[in-house]
């Protein structure tokens, strides 16, 4: 079965019938006491909400989240965002379709993005930390995760590839905080900044649905990364104690503050660095891609809800041109993402 209509491309009025991934699926109530199913749909171009009116507590029954349905709809303008008003859907079975249509990847090639990421880390010279990055990325099982994971469930770097775009675009950062400021270890701060999310190969799923695995909801990448570094830095004899804990304070420290998660807040000039270049391209890359997936007319995007704010998006119409990274600061881009 072809998927002929995406996400990206709906409009106000429009009707079609056509297949989504389901992410989310809430059983809701509107203020009369009427039931209706609160969708969250996906395909590879973005996600867009879906409602269903009639018969809701029946259709909740015969669909699930991370199910295909091909749902009959039409296109409705609801506070600055376009949302699906489905009239009936039908469960499809994942295997008459392209998978590719659903999942939603980086602009950029995962081969060219990993190369480029294991070109900074020849650049490392300190024996130990070149070993550690060694053992981790010879690894093909946590490469693997790696190359493929998305960097979160939904507020940046979303998307398949997502991890390993995210980790490439803070090293190349981190390159020229080394050139600019005195007095940092080089060394020592990229190696954090490689690592400082390398604990989400474990703590996301993403088979079809972002979901949290087990691991991520009880324990955190941040602390799932501490205990990747710990067995790598134990299988290297005479791996020196002080520079671990150095190593081990990027990455408990580099959400920041207490509140976002950090056991403990940046206290040396290589994890603040991590810290606030870590948090720069995350914001970055979820104002782009809001902007980006704002189908409005207005010059402002639909009310952010994790950034609480409304982004100006100019006078220019949200499209790849405005999002797009020049070719000198990424590898090709993905010609099927």
Not at 17 to 32: C, P, R, W, Y
Not at 279 to 295: H, Y
Request: charged share 25%; glycine share 6%.
């Amino acid at each position: 079965m072809n998927k002929n209509v995406f996400i990206k491309d709906i409009k106000a009025g429009d009707k079609m019938t056509d297949i989504f991934l389901v992410t989310e699926k809430n059983l809701a109530f509107s203020q009369k006491g009427n039931p209706y199913l609160n969708l969250r749909l996906r395909d590879k171009t973005g996600e867009i909400d879906g409602r269903i009116w009639d018969n809701a507590i029946e259709v909740n029954d015969q669909f699930k989240k991370g199910d295909l349905i091909q749902a009959e709809a039409r296109a409705v303008s609801y506070r600055d965002a376009i949302q699906l008003s489905i009239f009936a859907c039908t469960v499809i079975d994942t295997g008459l379709v392209n998978p590719a249509d659903f999942s939603p990847s980086s602009r950029f090639k995962i081969d060219d993005m990993f190369s480029s990421l294991m070109d900074i880390v020849a650049t490392i010279k300190h024996p130990y930390l070149k070993r550690v990055l060694e053992s981790i990325f010879n690894d093909q099982d946590i490469v693997r995760a790696f190359v493929h994971a998305p960097a979160a469930k939904g507020f940046h770097h979303a998307y398949i590839g997502g991890l390993l775009e995210h980790t490439l675009s803070v090293s190349r950062l981190l390159v020229h905080c080394a050139a600019h400021y005195e007095n940092i270890d080089r060394d020592l701060m990229l190696t954090g900044g490689i690592l400082h999310d390398i604990g989400k190969t474990s703590e996301l799923s993403f088979d079809s649905v972002i979901e949290y695995t087990d691991e991520g909801r009880l324990v955190g990448h941040i602390v799932l990364g501490v205990e990747l570094l710990d067995r790598k830095i134990a299988s290297i004899n005479d791996f020196p104690e002080e520079l671990a804990l150095k190593l081990r304070h990027i990455i408990l420290s580099h959400h920041g503050v207490l509140e976002f998660g950090s056991p403990k807040r940046p206290k040396t000039m290589e994890a603040l660095l991590v810290n606030f270049v870590d948090d720069l391209d995350a914001k970055v890359n979820a104002f782009q891609e809001f902007i980006n997936d704002s189908t409005t007319d207005s010059h402002w995007t639909p009310f952010h809800r994790l950034l609480e704010r409304y982004i100006y998006k100019g006078s220019l119409n949200a499209s790849a041109d405005t999002y797009q990274q020049s070719e000198m600061d990424f590898p090709s881009k993905n010609e099927n993402g």
